[in-house]
């Protein structure tokens, strides 16, 4: 659950910081006090992604940190650990978002940077955020399978992961088989080109071309002239046999000469004068190997052209074919293998036929028990939900779930679900999107929320403004409902309804002021007198009389029954 969020420089929000509590936490507040931007914070750490619109007027940056206590960490812990981050070993786990105004954005796990893609892994049960905009989503009956696929345990989801990875298989024969029966005046054309690529890059016998030694003996050939005056050069002044000219052998000589005069002086010259003798043999041996090297050394013209025209055709080779001689391999190698494809068309389109036909048959028995799956799903579902909208002052509903099949296969099966209908006696089903109030949009949600909730391991769930629409009595039930929730996950909701604010465990005021025509949100955890004028502003507006004091006392001393 989520003990402490901290929010700097994010949007309106200057310095913000709030500690939620187990149970039911209730955000109130006038509308554009900054309700929605605090969940929208919580959605930032989550790893939604950040807009650097949403940093604060003159200010570089913005940060938003959350504080997790995790009650059940041994799923997060693997994944923290497949990611190589710390693990607190008093079960806390603590995520920062830095937005800045460049657009540069920063996630941060327990110390550790982390990619966006990591983030949402590591944060994808702790929280579920429900916003308003997912009423509207179930409006849409794409999302409906997705919702009853919400509730299946691992024999639905593997099966889901097996008809997905199969599809795709299926999508790439089908890729396969289309190039393969493209038409014949194609075929020939590149059955030309493949071949004339594939002898050009033969021609070459790359397979026996060193290029490193090519470069080597070519720079050597090429410079002949350059090693020759520079090794005539060396050899002069190793031992000239000119008298006048300086040579270092023979100073070398006159060296020890002078050191064989006095050396019998001491026994100290006489080593310098070995040392001297062992410089001179080695230079003589350098000498006689230079020497040599110089009197070997000639130009081979004909060699020399040899190595041109191959250093040309690697070139050319690496501009029509890859960057190195490994690539033009591996080349070479693809384009062989697609020629044989090709050649092979018939046999080719034949066994691509089979693999469809196979990859089809096992696709549909998958298909049929996915529907299955779902269909039992689903007459619970239509059970659990009708009795929850009941609950909330639903009363003559009936929801049913409608099976019917795509004529082609997807991602998701065969099945094409949607959500009927009927809120009134005597009236026939209907999609949601025909018959639905806002109200009644919100109860539905509701209803699979609470449901659902007894089934995933998300701790906390977020109801962003889920009471739009509804009032009174209704209002009452929306709330006994989402405070029955609180036994098991910890609920932040922000809601403008007395008879829900009143059901909290904890209730934060949401307000904002002007100051040097600057605006700030503050954030303020209320205590019992405070929360009864809270709730009497929420009754009856700006003027607080007795009489809201003395309903909104009553209305929160009732709440504790439920405790």
Do not use: W
């Amino acid at each position: 659950m989520i003990v402490e969020l901290n929010i700097n420089n994010f949007a309106i929000i200057d310095n913000v910081k709030i500690n939620f509590e187990k149970g039911f936490n209730v955000l109130t507040g006038e509308t554009g006090a900054g309700k929605s931007i605090i969940i929208e914070g919580i959605g930032m750490i989550l790893g939604q992604r950040a807009n650097r619109n949403l940093v604060r007027s003159g200010k570089e940056k913005a940060i938003i940190e959350g504080v997790f206590y995790l009650e059940n960490p041994v799923e997060i812990n693997k994944i923290l650990e497949e990611y190589g981050i710390d693990i607190d070993p008093n079960n806390y786990l603590i995520i920062t978002r830095e937005i800045y105004s460049n657009g540069r954005t920063i996630s941060r796990v327990n110390g550790r940077v982390v990619t966006l893609t990591a983030l949402n892994d590591i944060t994808a049960n702790l929280v579920d955020i429900h916003g308003q905009h997912e009423h509207q989503s179930l409006l849409d009956p794409r999302t409906h399978i997705k919702l009853v696929d919400s509730f299946g345990n691992e024999e639905l989801k593997s099966l889901l992961d097996t008809v997905n990875k199969k599809y795709k298989m299926l999508l790439e024969e089908k890729n396969r088989l289309k190039e393969l029966s493209q038409n014949v005046d194609n075929i020939e054309r590149e059955i030309d080109l493949l071949q004339y690529q594939l002898n050009d890059i033969d021609s070459a016998d790359i397979l026996n071309i060193d290029e490193n030694e090519i470069m080597s003996e070519y720079n050597k050939l090429n410079n002949i002239k350059d090693i020759a005056f520079s090794l005539g050069q060396v050899v002069d002044m190793l031992n000239s046999d000119d008298y006048n000219s300086y040579s270092i052998i023979n100073s070398i000589g006159k060296c020890r000469l002078n050191l064989s005069n006095v050396a019998r002086y001491d026994e100290t010259l006489k080593e310098y004068n070995n040392i001297l003798e062992s410089v001179e043999y080695e230079l003589k041996d350098l000498y006689f190997s230079i020497k040599k090297y110089l009197e070997n050394l000639e130009l081979d013209e004909e060699r020399l052209i040899i190595l041109e025209e191959k250093i040309d055709l690697l070139n050319s080779l690496k501009r029509k074919y890859g960057n190195t001689i490994e690539d033009i391999i591996e080349y070479r190698n693809s384009i062989e293998m697609k020629l044989k494809n090709i050649l092979n068309n018939e046999n080719a389109i034949e066994e691509t036929n089979k693999k469809i036909k196979k990859l089809e048959e096992e696709l549909m028995n998958d298909c049929c028990r996915l529907t299955d799956i779902r269909k039992k799903i689903s007459n619970k579902l239509e059970i659990n939900i009708t009795k929850e909208l009941e609950e909330l002052n639903m009363k003559n509903v009936v929801f049913k779930i409608n099976f019917d099949r795509h004529d082609y296969f997807t991602a998701e099966g065969l099945d094409k679900i949607e959500f009927l209908i009927s809120t009134n006696k005597g009236e026939e089903l209907k999609p949601l999107s025909k018959i639905v109030s806002g109200g009644e949009m919100a109860r539905i949600m509701l209803a699979f929320k609470k449901i659902l909730s007894q089934y995933d391991n998300i701790p906390t769930l977020i109801f962003d403004e889920i009471d739009t629409g509804i009032s009174g009595r209704t209002a009452q039930i929306v709330g006994e409902k989402i405070k029955s929730i609180s036994k098991n996950h910890q609920v932040i909701c922000i809601s403008h309804l007395p008879q829900i604010a009143a059901l909290a465990d904890v209730h934060f005021l949401i307000s904002k002021e002007v100051i040097d025509d600057k605006t700030f949100v503050a954030v303020k955890k209320l205590d019992y007198n405070e929360r009864i004028d809270e709730l009497s502003r929420l009754l009856g507006g700006v003027n607080l009389t007795n009489t809201t004091k003395l309903h909104a006392k009553e209305m929160l001393d009732m709440s504790k029954s439920l405790n």
